[in-house]
């Protein structure tokens, strides 16, 4: 593990113990790569959608500082969550941008090939909440592994790490899921 690494998981261990002041010595480590998930995470939004990337890290951000019962394993943890907010930060806009429309239009997004290795399709983002939130029910694990890898953009090697579970479990699984969810959104 490198320095910057370590250093973040031992922030990360001290907020979740009550030490107020690693919140403030998180965040300049952080938001490089909080930013870069975000803005992942934007790229698969319409283009009108008026949520920028950066209100998007912080949102997210106060909402993992929120998070005060949690042990925090490494940082690939805290980015996997700050990812799974992210998404459930845009799901909820989509919804309430979807309910003010009354149907009118749909928030569409690329499904790019690390899903699915076929030409790239447009997917509706509330779809492909639906069908994740689908896969979770049936395999919990394998929804976590599609977060992590496809939103927060963690190596099989960190996915691993962060679920206990050997690179070769990631690879099979995350092999399984994006036919799985392929099927799902082609349906």
């Known amino acids: 593990m490198d320095p910057a690494s370590e250093e973040i998981t031992q922030i990360l261990a001290d907020f979740a113990h009550g030490q107020e002041s690693a919140r403030d010595r998180l965040l300049p480590l952080?938001?490089?790569?909080?930013?870069?998930?975000?803005?992942?995470?934007?790229?698969?939004?319409?283009?009108?959608?008026?949520l920028q990337p950066t209100a998007l890290v912080h949102e997210a951000y106060l909402k993992l500082i929120g998070i005060r019962k949690i042990e925090w394993q490494n940082r690939a943890h805290f980015y996997a969550m700050a990812s799974r907010l992210m998404r459930e930060?845009?799901?909820?806009?989509?919804?309430?941008?979807?309910?003010?429309?009354?149907?009118?239009g749909v928030t569409m997004i690329a499904l790019d090939e690390a899903l699915a290795r076929?030409?790239?399709?447009?997917?509706?983002?509330?779809?492909?909440?639906?069908?994740?939130?689908?896969?979770?029910?049936?395999?919990?694990?394998k929804a976590k592994i599609v977060e992590m890898r496809f939103f927060a953009g963690l190596t099989e090697e960190e996915i691993a790490c962060v679920l206990g579970i050997s690179v070769r479990t990631v690879k099979r699984e995350w092999q399984f899921t994006r036919a799985w969810l392929f099927?799902?959104?082609s349906r």
């Open 118 to 141: 076929a030409p790239s399709r447009d997917v509706n983002l509330l779809a492909l909440d639906r069908a994740l939130d689908e896969l979770a029910i049936q395999h919990e694990r």
């Open 183 to 185: 099927s799902a959104l």
């Open 30 to 50: 952080v938001y490089g790569e909080l930013k870069r998930i975000a803005a992942a995470h934007m790229r698969r939004e319409r283009p009108d959608n008026s």
């Open 89 to 104: 930060i845009l799901i909820d806009k989509a919804r309430r941008d979807d309910a003010e429309k009354r149907g009118r």
